[in-house]
């Protein structure tokens, strides 16, 4: 494909703008162990790209070659960034179903605000030459 239609090499990708609650969310269904959800980049390949959240699994593929690229919402996040928090670490002593909803409420509620100050400035498209690091805009 030529450059004004695209092309088929994700190489030719220099930036992916992502919406931040899309990737927030993502990170979270992945740790609730809902379907897997990634973040797909679809071809032709432009300078200035997209990645949307997508649901994986049981699709039919309408694109021949290449396919989409899917990035995992994990490779987003620093190291350094907090844990999802588990039921586990939220439970109240003396257990109350009531005040352990409302605690692991307020833990995910201050998980979503707090990841988004660990997201990564770059992020690496895998390629048949390897990978190929890419800024990342992040919308919202």
Same mark, same amino acid.
């Given at each position: 494909?030529?450059?004004? *239609?695209?092309? =088929?090499?994700?190489t030719? #990708? +220099? =930036?992916?703008? #992502? ?12 740790? *609730?162990?809902?379907?897997?959800? #990634? ?6 390949f432009?300078? @200035?790209?997209?990645?949307?959240? /997508? ?22 996040? !620093?190291?350094? !960034?907090?844990?999802?928090?588990g039921p586990?670490?939220? +439970?109240?002593?003396?257990y109350?179903?009531e005040? /352990? /909803?409302? +605690?692991?409420?307020?833990?995910? *509620?201050?998980? @979503? =605000?707090?990841? +988004?100050? /660990? ?16 800024e990342?805009?992040?919308l919202?």
């Amino acid at each position: 494909m030529n450059g004004a *239609r695209g092309s =088929s090499d994700p190489t030719a #990708v +220099r =930036s992916l703008a #992502v919406t931040t609650d899309d990737l927030v969310t993502a990170l979270e269904a992945n740790r *609730r162990g809902d379907d897997p959800v #990634v973040l797909r980049v679809t071809p032709p390949f432009y300078g @200035r790209m997209r990645a949307r959240i /997508h649901r994986t699994g049981g699709e039919a593929s309408d694109y021949a070659d290449p396919e989409p690229i899917h990035l995992q919402p994990r490779v987003f996040v !620093a190291d350094d !960034a907090p844990a999802f928090p588990g039921p586990d670490e939220t +439970r109240p002593d003396p257990y109350e179903v009531e005040a /352990h /909803h409302e +605690r692991h409420t307020e833990a995910v *509620r201050a998980w @979503r =605000s707090a990841v +988004r100050d /660990h997201l990564r400035e770059t992020v690496a498209l895998p390629t048949d030459n390897g990978p190929h690091e890419v800024e990342v805009k992040y919308l919202g």
